[in-house]
């Protein structure tokens, strides 16, 4: 998201359960939610059984959030079947089917958890050990045998209730399954808003960018209303009262990435745009609520233009879609997958193009550690200037004033140490300001050449810092090396970088 937009956030805001879901299904997370009416969300939950593990699940150990994830465990694809009774509240009966591996021998399953009483938990479709511990977020399985390196198991998860809440210090607002009550221009709607641990508010998940996985999410919604989702939407079809979408995101994103909108939109199709691998098309479609207007629609019909740009520096776009659904809450643009969620108030081009870039940085190219969010966010605000340089604007212009922007701020080395610094003006501009200082020392073919083996280098495996110096050696010498760990470490602001000819378009 924007750094703007975190900063207008923070100024705009100061200040259970479902009894005979049904029988255990062999067809996936569809099978573990019944067509109950919401009055049934106060039956008390069915209680834990939890065998202690010899040796406990350890966490991923990432250094802003500690807590978060575990080590060894590999979750491969959530099998999500959500339905939304209420739109507009936090109610959810959702049944989760996840595919687990291992990268050790584990003897116990630490899922992070913040949501609505668990009912039933199966592995493999037995009746196994569990507990949900509300007080350290967790919810921990002790399945008979350990889960053993080369093996995969079926995890079964069945909740119903009020989603969790986890508050941003920073924005002041709950990360996570977001309810927007109806309004005079607006009807009931559901989002998610999940960066950077929210996931774990609706979904028992391993809430950590280094485990991406696919998706299956399927959405059952009353009459009159849409869903929308990551990935590719494969089936629509008419229940009862309502109406169920399933969309399939084929390619492994971070579980705050996963996009789910329950609204009354007006989608919004466009031919697709020959950007993806080996020139395939990418699909594109918008969603709009009814309060958006031709002006705020307008942007969104140049993004085949900002793909086209965009590929032509960072490489074949990564997923098989790409659009936006708009929302009417004053809170960040979002870099959600295939599906960027978009504030009316940020439905701007630079904004778009911002969100656009992250499908490359932070979706797909994924990170190792929240203290190298600097990755996700200077890339992506970098790629504005790419974009405006593209539509003839004075690329010189923006650098400048991004390095006053730095230079009357306090600035700081771009590997955070704190929460508070993971979106502060330092991550975007003082991020985008070492990009450029490398595109000035090495020139515009390299730097392209450059971008685009980084994003093929790190698509199937997470990145840190570290990692992308070493790249820089290896890929454009040890000179380009030092002059982009200067703008990573000094604990001051480097000279302004120079770029000493004019941008060459791809």
Same mark, same amino acid.
């Given at each position: 998201m924007t750094a703007r937009a975190r900063r207008r956030l923070a100024q705009w805001w100061r200040p259970a359960l479902l009894a005979g879901l049904g029988t255990w299904g062999p067809v996936g997370a569809q099978a573990l939610i019944s067509q109950a009416g919401p009055a049934q969300l106060a039956v008390p939950a069915l209680p834990s059984i939890l065998a202690p593990a010899a040796n406990p699940a350890q966490p991923i150990g990432d250094s802003i959030f500690p807590a978060l994830g575990q080590a060894g465990l590999d979750v491969r694809h959530y099998d999500l079947s959500l339905q939304v009774d209420q739109p507009g509240t936090l109610g959810l009966r959702v049944? *989760?089917? $996840?595919? $687990?591996?291992?990268?050790?021998? $584990?003897?116990?399953?630490?899922l992070d958890f913040l949501g609505p009483a668990v009912q039933e938990v199966r592995w493999n479709g037995q009746a196994v050990a569990w507990q949900q511990d509300r007080a350290a977020g967790k919810l921990r399985i002790t399945p008979a045998a350990a889960l053993q390196p080369g093996r995969t198991a079926q995890l079964s998860v069945r909740y119903a209730g009020q989603a969790g809440t986890r508050r941003d210090p920073e924005l002041n607002l709950s990360l996570g399954w977001q309810g927007v009550p109806a309004g005079p221009s607006q009807p009931a709607a559901n989002y998610t808003f999940s960066e950077p641990d929210g996931a774990r508010t609706f979904l028992p998940v391993n809430d950590h960018p280094s485990d991406p996985a696919t998706f299956t999410t399927r959405i059952t919604v009353p009459r009159?209303?849409? *869903? *929308?989702?990551?990935g590719v939407l494969r089936a629509e079809e008419a229940v009862p009262g309502g109406r169920v979408f399933t969309f399939e995101q084929a390619q492994p994103i971070p579980a705050y990435a996963l996009a789910i909108h329950v609204n009354q939109f007006q989608t919004v199709q466009a031919p697709a745009v020959p950007v993806g691998v080996g020139g395939a098309g990418v699909q594109r479609r918008d969603y709009f609520p009814p309060a958006a207007d031709g002006t705020i629609r307008a942007p969104y019909l140049r993004l085949g233009d900002m793909l086209g740009v965009l590929s032509g520096w960072f490489g074949p776009f990564p997923f098989a879609a790409h659009g936006a659904a708009v929302i009417?809450?004053?809170?960040p643009?979002?870099?959600?997958?295939?599906?960027?969620t978009m504030p009316l108030a940020s439905s701007f081009e630079r904004v778009i193009v911002h969100e656009t870039a992250h499908q490359w940085f932070g979706d797909r190219v994924v990170l190792g550690d929240w203290a190298d969010v600097w990755l996700n966010e200077g890339f992506a605000t970098y790629a504005e200037l790419l974009w405006l340089e593209s539509r003839g604007e004075n690329g010189a212009s923006v650098v400048a004033a991004?390095?006053?922007?730095?230079?009357d701020q306090a600035t700081r080395p771009l590997v955070a140490r704190r929460e508070g610094e993971l979106f502060d003006t330092s991550a975007y501009v003082r991020g985008a300001l070492a990009l450029h200082a490398l595109r000035s020392a090495v020139g515009d073919d390299a730097f392209r050449r450059f971008l685009r083996a980084y994003v093929a280098q790190f698509s199937t495996r997470p990145v840190r810092t570290a990692d992308l110096l070493a790249f820089t050696r290896q890929e454009l010498g040890p000179v380009a090396q030092t002059v982009l760990r200067v703008w990573v470490e000094s604990p001051t602001l480097p000279p302004l970088p120079v770029l000493a000819r004019p941008a060459a378009q791809p």
């Open positions: 049944g *989760a089917v $996840l595919t $687990l591996a291992a990268t050790r021998p $584990l003897e116990q399953v630490s009159g209303y849409v *869903a *929308a989702a990551s009417s809450p004053r809170v643009a979002l870099e959600t997958a295939t599906l960027m991004w390095y006053e922007r730095v230079r």
